[in-house]
């Protein structure tokens, strides 16, 4: 049971991990100010660089795996912000593995009273295969921002933590959804 289980419990504890990591630095601070909490969207940066040399062909599936990837982070983070998994929810797969754990960010900032507002979200690395109706992708992204207390949301400090994620994609219509996080 355990070897069928071990990639979600894994992505659990990556989760718990993040807020809790969170939660460490506002105890222990910075001994930076405050800044004021952003109110702007955050951005989303692709990271690249330019070169003499011919760049490959990307596959237009892999591109819009990856952009399905990116814009599925986004939505993660953006939970922290605002508590809400309906972004999440609308990328996943109804009834899959992905959409059941959409809640955990959610319930993690309920359990400590604490979560991040993100102002900049930057995913550098990326690795997409795509197979058919089926795809994987792993994404490894940093999210800067500002710690808080929920749900008031009084600034503690600036911060900055990287996430990776491993998910598996199905294509339902022309949208690619994640249906599984590894």
Not at 155 to 178: D, E, N, Y
Request: charged fraction near 15%; proline fraction near 7%; hydrophobic fraction near 45%.
């Amino acid at each position: 049971m355990l070897r069928r289980n071990w990639m979600p419990i894994l992505a659990l504890v990556v989760a718990v991990g993040f807020v809790g990591w969170l939660g460490w630095i506002n105890v222990r601070g910075s001994g930076r100010a405050a800044v004021v909490v952003p109110t702007a969207t955050p951005t989303v940066a692709v990271s690249g660089t330019a070169s003499a040399a011919p760049t490959p062909t990307v596959d237009p599936a892999e591109a819009e795996v990856k952009a399905a990837a990116v814009k599925w982070v986004q939505a993660y983070v953006d939970t922290y912000k605002n508590g809400d998994t309906h972004e999440v929810d609308a990328l996943t797969v109804p009834g899959s593995q992905a959409e059941g754990n959409a809640g955990v960010p959610l319930a993690e900032i309920n359990r400590v009273h604490k979560t991040l507002i993100p102002d900049h979200l930057d995913c550098p690395k990326d690795v997409v295969s795509v197979a058919g109706n089926a795809a994987t992708a792993e994404i490894s992204c940093t999210v800067s921002g500002m710690a808080v207390t929920w749900p008031g949301k009084q600034p503690l400090q600036a911060t900055t933590a990287s996430l990776q994620f491993r998910m598996s994609f199905q294509l339902v219509g022309k949208q690619w959804l994640v249906d599984t996080l590894h």
